[in-house]
């Protein structure tokens, strides 16, 4: 008996080891948590920044952060996520995020950054430009980063005038360059977000062609993306992470004019035009991957097939991971879904 005994009291004590150290595992942080955007960020990746809420809620575990712009874009973006060169990427465009969710089974859609139903990339010419519609772009040189969401929409924009990508010279380019070359008449036309060229068409030196901000059919979620090994080694990290999301999404309905203060201080962008795009009284910021963005992301991956910009097939529930959401969202007492529509 004595030996049954012992043999249960050696199992308990394995399985309270194994318990023990899985809830050490499960408590573990980095030393450094590296977030990456598309430069130069999302709103909620400059409040990051701004409010200090993450550090001081990782301080107590030794984390320091690293906050990596990135001015190549989203396929960039991702690419540096998938080599671990980074550990979460907030801004990602819908496009790259789908297609890296294609190809590669160790990422996943964790949250989403913004659903704004505006903000839309437009086409833009130089003032002087003789061309007045998107059939004139037919056999013109368009700039813009390949790969990005601006090469979807561009596609987008061409097929509205029964054109392809396959009737347009495309640059790959950022704007930083793509801006002076307009100028110069190096480029015919480029395609970025109206806040990013907002100094062209403030000054006089451009103007637009299409105006993105006047199709919100065309506008699509931007995501939040970390890889499968790393939400499972540190959920804890990645729970934190969201939680400050999700408050900063609500401080930003409540706290817009500083909101918006704060990003145009941070990045450059001009106040009035951020005014001009934000004119809902809400910000379109929470987190939350709701059926109508998955339909939109769905919808988003049919045209990239047609348009030849996706290789595979995303497997939206693999690829989805928003478990750790909603486990922030029944914590903090709120139902799974947008707070301000």
Same mark, same amino acid.
């Given at each position: ?38 430069? %130069?960020?999302? %709103? @909620? ?108 929409? *561009? ?79 540190? %959920?804890? *990290? ?42 809902? %009284? ?15 992301? @769905? ?43």
């Amino acid at each position: 008996m004595k030996r049954i005994y012992a043999g249960i009291a050696f199992v308990l004590a394995m399985v309270a080891l194994a318990l023990s150290g899985a809830a050490a595992r499960a408590q573990e942080y980095p030393k450094t948590l590296t977030i990456g955007a598309t430069a %130069p960020g999302s %709103p @909620k990746f400059i409040w990051h920044q701004y409010l200090g809420w993450l550090e001081k809620e990782l301080k107590p575990h030794g984390v320091k952060i690293v906050w990596a712009p990135f001015v190549d874009g989203g396929g960039a973006l991702v690419s540096a996520l998938g080599s671990s060169g980074i550990d979460i990427a907030y801004n990602v465009g819908s496009s790259p995020g789908l297609r890296i969710g294609a190809i590669d089974p160790n990422i996943n859609l964790i949250a989403v950054d913004n659903f704004e139903p505006f903000g839309v990339s437009s086409v833009v010419v130089a003032a002087n430009s003789p061309l007045k519609s998107v059939a004139d772009l037919k056999d013109k040189k368009i700039a813009f980063l390949k790969g990005t969401v601006r090469h979807t929409t *561009l596609a987008k924009i061409l097929a509205s005038a029964n054109l392809t990508l396959d009737d347009v010279e495309g640059l790959h380019m950022p704007f930083e360059t793509s801006g002076p070359a307009l100028v110069r008449g190096d480029v015919d036309a480029l395609i970025e977000g109206n806040t990013t060229v907002a100094p062209l068409l403030e000054r006089g030196a451009a103007r637009l062609l299409v105006d993105g901000d006047k199709h919100p059919e065309w506008a699509s979620p931007t995501l939040i993306l970390a890889r499968t090994d790393y939400i499972a080694r540190y %959920p804890e *990290l990645i729970k934190t992470i969201l939680k400050v999301d999700l408050r900063i999404a609500q401080w930003a309905d409540a706290n817009k004019k500083e909101a918006l203060t704060s990003y145009s201080k941070l990045t450059g962008v001009k106040l009035e035009s951020l005014r001009h795009r934000y004119v809902d %009284p809400v910000l379109y910021q929470d987190p939350a991957v709701t059926d109508a963005a998955i339909d939109t992301l @769905k919808g988003e991956e049919v045209f990239l097939r047609q348009a030849k910009l996706i290789k595979g097939t995303v497997d939206y529930d693999r690829w989805l991971d928003d478990t750790i959401l909603r486990a922030v969202y029944e914590e903090a007492g709120r139902p799974y879904g947008r707070i301000s529509q």
